[in-house]
């Protein structure tokens, strides 16, 4: 249950009560992002949004010894922090999963940990794998380390305590639902930082809340495509850090039998990985992707060798022998291979992924993540019977449309020279034989014969919103219906609600660092007050993050009694989908509605606002299904009508 605040009044309004020593601390760290690699964007913007809020009790406040949790590979010491209604929370952070991936063990599949001496002290956070803020500051540092493969157990004081009271008396605990967050960050950024991913809203509820660290970019994903390099070690890393949870979790309370994993945006195609990779079969029941799927465009490297190769390149490694191009990277020093990775944009951000999951080989030297294209995994139905929930924000895709509009140079260069811009952007150069002429009828379908600026900032966002998270989405959903047996069920959402605070709010901001003009004059006149600029920028990327983890003082502003709500609502959701695999096992003032799963050929969603009717099941607008039927009639490698013809033809 929710606790109640001091005044009687919602304790979510209390969030913003930590010092402001607390304050300065999560801005030491703001370098942490949480999307995937278009919203790096706002990387060191990430804690203002979802900073850490939970408050350490000092040795003066606090009358308990730091917890201590006896794991497989030795004890940990923890310490202890409150949500905003007071509830005692018991934090264990840094806790190794794996060997350290270096040296030798760089670009290789994870080692798990071999344990310590002593006691662990699980009361700091460790630093994130490395990456960099190229994309916000493109000049700023190489920041993080290669040792970081480190994972955070967050659990409710009292649950921990009762498994301890059990243990003593000799009888079974009562265990408790445990949830996996997968950060996002495009493979190439974020952290399982608790400053962006703490317990102070989840944890209001007894539910374990697990997070990670995993390799990114070329450390996480380099594939030479045969046994030097066989890639997908960001995802074994997760895959690991789940293996740790089934083994340990029990130890602080957690029922392994019902571990969800969630994640969003690339964390959320991880877990869609996850669905579909055998490597992952039994560690988690449930799972949740937050605006990414394995279907998405982004979200598989079609090219890693020539990008290995290009790499390579950069860094002065012969590259005719993959054996050899490994050996010599694995010498190399990691800021120097992290420094070249900006060289693989083209235009802005774009594109989005470089270094991602790839297809691995069956006869490679370690056993394989994935050996097939995600759609033929999907299509034969050799994936984890495991329920499912996917979703996305109702404008997706508008974090995009908010930067390049907010920049008079790149909105000029994609209106004019969309020729150039356009197969980049849509992510047409890998999946169409003709990126030009499909991403000329892209243009044409969207936007005739207007120009792409402000008056069209709909379509724009359509466009993105289509082609980058809602077709993948419901490409899977589809297919997963129609193949899946009966214990497996889909649900499917919309999250609608524009609260007071959303990501698209910094991109002005963001757009103040670049070289060219911030267009705003065009933007005020269009967008003259906060209700309108809402309307117009709609609900972003990342906007349903902010409801399920606790914000900093973003823009000095708490959560809103309406806002307040939505973050029960989502949590309420998210949990009951972690406890019973089903998100509305009873109707209440909060969830009134039904949430039913999909049903093969009819694709239903829920979606998600606060109003007295924001909560409802709707079936998809006419209008996308039109959308969604031009893109299935281009000639693109992932469309069924035309992946069948490719397949006959390398036959």
Known sequence: MLGVAPDGGDPLRHLHGASEDLRERDRVVSKISLFQAADMNVARLIPILLGFLATPLGPAAGE???????????????????????????????????????????????????????????????????????????????FGKEDCLYLNVHVPLEVLENVKMAEMRGEEPQRIPVMVYIHGGGWLGGSGSAFNFGPDLLLEEDVILVTMNYRLSAFGFLSTGDKASPGNYGLKDQRLAMKWVNENIAAFGGDYKRVT??????????????????????????????????????????????????????VNCPNSSSQEMVDCLRMKDAVEIAKHFDRFRKWDMDPILVFGPTIEKEDNDEPPFITAHPYKILKTGKFNPVNWMAGATREDGSFRTASILTDQKKARELNEDYDTVGPITTRLEETAKDPKAVARKIRQFYFGDDDIGVETHHKLTDLYNDRHFLNGLVQSLNIMTTVSNPSFNAYFYVFSHRGKHSLNDLMPVINKTSNSKV??????VIIPNAYDKALFLGVTHCDDLIYLFPMKDFVGAPLTDEDARMSRIMRRLWISFAEKGNPTPQQNSLTPVKWEPVKPNELRFLEIGVSPNGMKMKSLSQEYLKRNKFWESLQLSENENYREQIEKDEL
């Open 64 to 142: 308990r010894e730091p917890p201590l949790v006896e794991v497989l590979l030795g004890t940990v010491r923890g310490s202890m922090s409150k949500t905003a209604s007071g509830k005692e929370v018991a934090s264990f952070r840094g806790i190794p999963y794996a060997e350290p991936p270096v040296g030798d063990l760089r670009f290789r599949a994870p080692v798990p940990s071999n344990g310590w001496e002593g006691v662990w002290d699980a009361t700091q956070e460790r630093a994130p794998c490395i990456q960099r803020d190229y994309i916000f500051d493109e000049k700023g540092p190489i």
């Open 261 to 314: 994993i969630f994640g969003q945006s690339a964390g959320g195609a991880s877990v869609h990985y996850h669905v579909l990779s055998p490597m992952s079969t039994g560690l988690f029941q449930n799972g949740i992707s937050h605006s990414g799927t394995a279907l998405n465009p982004w979200a598989l490297a079609r090219n890693a060798p020539t990008i290995a190769r290009t790499l390579a390149s950069y």
């Open 519 to 524: 267009d705003m004059a065009i933007l005020n």
